[in-house]
């Protein structure tokens, strides 16, 4: 069964405190490794795909990284409008009815203070 | 684009009434998934359809809990009767089948009394 687990749960930065979140996962083969953002009261919204172990992706002051076992998602000089829950999740490189399927982890909850 | 529309935002029930929920997918998508999120057990895939059809239907909790899909721009999640256990916020997302983005919906936020 595949596994996504997230660390921490909870992280409190200042503003320009640059830190990394978890995203720890076991799969049975990885088709792709997704990270999402979600805002209270909305729907996760899509950051990034990573495919394969040492590629990363960038976007403004977000950094994803991957290897067999983990992704990180690097957060450099964040803003408080960074402020948001941080979803993983897995896409297991299998056919049939798994095609598809997204496992997610419990999310890390960023919190970014002025 | 409007991206996924979903209806009715929030619903608040009493036990044991039918629940209704409501999925418009992206234009041109043609796979459909339903996921349910709460506290305790986070995001939850619950079923997912391609051109129509359910693939996977293995996270549906159980029997009282119902998906369809008549046609590419239409879906519906039917919970009969609903339990207070129901409670929970429930998304829909779409993506081109063989793509690996999908794209959520708002959500609706059922609270069953």
């Known amino acids: 069964e595949d596994q996504v687990t997230q660390s921490p749960e909870a992280l409190r930065l200042q503003e320009g405190e640059s830190s990394s979140l978890n995203c720890s996962y076991t799969?049975?083969?990885?088709?792709?490794l997704f990270w999402y953002r979600q805002d209270p009261g909305k729907g996760p919204e899509f950051l990034f795909t990573?495919?394969?172990a040492g590629e990363e992706k960038e976007k403004e002051r977000l950094k994803a990284t991957l290897t067999k076992k983990e992704s990180f998602l690097h957060i450099t000089a964040p803003k408080p409008e960074d402020s948001a829950t941080y979803l993983c999740?897995?896409?297991?490189?299998?056919?049939?009815?798994?095609?598809?399927?997204?496992?997610f982890g419990q999310g890390t909850i960023l919190t970014v203070h002025p | 684009d409007a991206g996924v529309i979903q209806s009715p935002r929030h619903e608040v029930t009493e036990m044991g009434q039918e629940v209704t929920l409501r999925c418009k997918p992206i234009?041109?998508?043609?796979?459909l998934f339903w996921y349910r999120q709460t506290m305790m057990r986070g995001l939850e895939l619950l079923i997912y359809?391609?051109?129509?059809?359910?693939?996977?239907d293995s996270g549906m909790p159980e029997d009282r809990f119902s998906a369809k899909m008549p046609n590419a721009s239409f879906s519906t999640l039917k919970i009969q009767p609903s339990e207070p256990r129901d409670s929970a916020v429930y998304f829909c997302?779409?993506?081109?089948?063989?793509?690996?983005?999908?794209?959520f919906g708002p959500g609706t936020r059922l609270t069953v009394l």
């Open positions: 990573l495919y394969s």
């Open positions: 359809f391609n051109n129509n059809v359910p693939i996977d």
């Open positions: 999740a897995v896409q297991a490189n299998a056919g049939g009815t798994s095609y598809g399927k997204l496992t």
């Open positions: 799969v049975s083969g990885l088709r792709g």
């Open positions: 997302a779409s993506s081109f089948w063989g793509a690996d983005t999908q794209y």
């Open positions: 234009s041109g998508h043609n796979s």
